[in-house]
């Protein structure tokens, strides 16, 4: 199995644009998914298939790709957006993989 | 509204088995695939399991295979996991959660999560 690998902390004021990377080997070829994370719930999808937002996403929410990684921008971020943030994909051989996570905080 | 509830976490001591079970509702369960992702306190995401919607396929991560059994009953709206021997590392919060899909397609992510139930593995 592979890895995806994002940097640990984000920080920035709101109405700032925050970008969180992911990088991983077999990104060219898979698609990423991102989801958000608060304290004590369940996970939420945020992007899906590199860049496409689910129904009821905001649009300040957008991602990225280019060769081995991905991005995740929020822009105009918000006191609310601050959480964990996971990429994610899914190999060949039929195996899922997370990142290790990103915590973004609102300054 | 479409719903997963997990349970059957508990303690338990080292070497034994538990069985987590997930039971769904709001949607046409056997319309898609199942997975469980865990989530050791304090600790990143860690994808466990995963099974199609016929049962026809069925992935682990290396970290459980050979000890834990992903299944299905969709005459029941339920997905189930066999835990057997259970290690100090596999402490941790168990997810159910449905694969997405839009319109169009089905993708390998996951739009639906329980809201999990814990399982501690401790002597």
């Known amino acids: 199995s592979y890895e995806l690998t994002q940097p640990p902390s984000v920080s920035v004021s709101p109405g700032q644009t925050a970008r969180i990377t992911c990088s991983g080997d077999?990104?060219?070829?898979?698609?990423a998914y991102w989801y958000q994370q608060k304290p004590g719930q369940a996970p939420v999808l945020v992007i899906y298939?590199?860049?496409e937002r689910p129904s009821g996403i905001p649009e300040r929410f957008s991602g990225s790709s280019s060769g081995t990684t991905v991005t995740l921008t929020i822009s105009g971020v918000q006191a609310e957006d601050e959480a964990d943030y996971y990429c994610?994909?899914?190999?060949?051989?039929?195996?899922?993989?997370f990142g290790g996570g990103t915590k973004l905080t609102v300054l | 509204e479409v719903q997963l509830v997990e349970s059957g976490g508990g303690l338990v001591q080292p070497g034994r088995s538990l069985r987590l079970s997930c039971a769904a509702s709001?949607?046409?369960?056997?319309?898609?695939?199942m997975h469980w992702v865990r989530q050791a306190p304090g600790k990143g995401l860690e994808w466990v399991s995963g099974?199609?919607?016929?049962?026809?396929?069925?992935a682990y991560a290396d970290s459980v295979k050979g000890r834990f059994t992903i299944s299905r009953d969709n005459a029941k709206n339920s997905l189930y996991l066999q835990m057997n021997s259970l290690r100090a590392e596999d402490t941790a919060f168990y997810y159910c959660?449905?694969?997405?899909?839009?319109?169009?397609?089905?993708?390998?992510?996951?739009?639906?999560w329980g809201q999990g139930t814990m399982v501690t593995v401790s002597s």
């Open positions: 099974i199609s919607w016929n049962s026809d396929s069925i």
């Open positions: 959660a449905k694969v997405y899909c839009s319109t169009t397609s089905c993708f390998d992510a996951f739009d639906v």
């Open positions: 709001g949607f046409t369960f056997d319309d898609y695939a």
């Open positions: 994610q994909s899914a190999d060949s051989s039929g195996t899922w993989v």
């Open positions: 077999a990104l060219p070829k898979r698609f």
């Open positions: 298939k590199d860049s």
